[in-house]
């Protein structure tokens, strides 16, 4: 167990849909990041979070967008829902500095 | 980061040691070379990292090799459980202050029974 948890675990939603998953870092870490990992693609950064400021942008569709709340957790918003949006979203955290990351067991999001 | 090249795969009879290498030819002096796996479709899992010398831990042994140009993974008993795809990452801090992970393809790590 990393101590980073994830909700929901499994996902279905219809093309055109929005849908928010969420993500509690581990006690203390200050960092929060997403990545998706399509089926046989590797993990893909999107978006970094420190203390509620957006650190890092990686291949982030504008349709997609997160924030960090003062209470650390983070939620990663997917809208307008495409086929090839099917995929697994983990989120990871770390604390200060150049501090391990930790991943959580990721969210799978299926999209009909 | 620096970019890395690992075999696409590898095989390991269960009980011997699993020994994976990476190359990172273009490392830079503050970049630490990171080492996760990943089995099946769960979360990617921390296994070791290092800056210069050879680190140790329960897990694993990470061998860098004295220009910091090379690296090996070894997972000294190798058991079925260890089947997975293995990322060699290297990272360092940005003028930003984001230190995200970049992955590559990584190994894919057979045990045989």
């Known amino acids: 167990d990393s101590g980073v948890t994830q909700t929901p675990k499994h996902l279905i939603t219809a093309t055109g849909q929005r849908v928010t998953l969420r993500c509690s870092p581990r006690s203390g870490d200050l960092s929060v990041y997403w990545y998706q990992q399509s089926l046989d693609q590797g993990l893909q950064f999107l978006i970094q979070y420190y203390n509620g400021e957006e650190r890092a942008k990686g291949n982030i569709l504008e349709r997609f967008s997160a924030q960090q709340f003062p209470d650390l957790h983070s939620e990663l918003n997917l809208s307008s829902l495409e086929l090839g949006d099917s995929a697994l979203y983990f989120c990871a955290s770390s604390g200060v500095g150049v501090d391990t990351i930790y991943f959580g067991e990721g969210s799978w999001l299926t999209v009909v | ?113």
Request: hydrophobic content about 30%.
């Open chain 2, 1 to 113: 980061d620096a970019k890395t090249t690992q075999p696409t795969s590898m095989d390991c009879a269960e009980g011997r040691a699993a020994n994976l290498p990476c190359n990172h030819s273009t490392i830079s002096g503050n970049e630490y070379v990171y080492w996760y796996r990943q089995i099946h479709s769960q979360g990617p899992q921390y296994i070791i990292h290092g800056l210069k010398n050879n680190e140790t831990n329960e897990m694993a042994s990470l061998i860098i090799t004295e220009d910091r140009k090379s690296s090996t993974l070894i997972l000294p008993h190798a058991t079925l459980r260890d089947t997975a795809v293995y990322y060699c990452i290297v990272r360092h801090r940005m003028k930003t202050g984001a230190n995200n992970l970049f992955f590559g393809t990584g190994t894919r790590l057979t045990v045989i029974p």
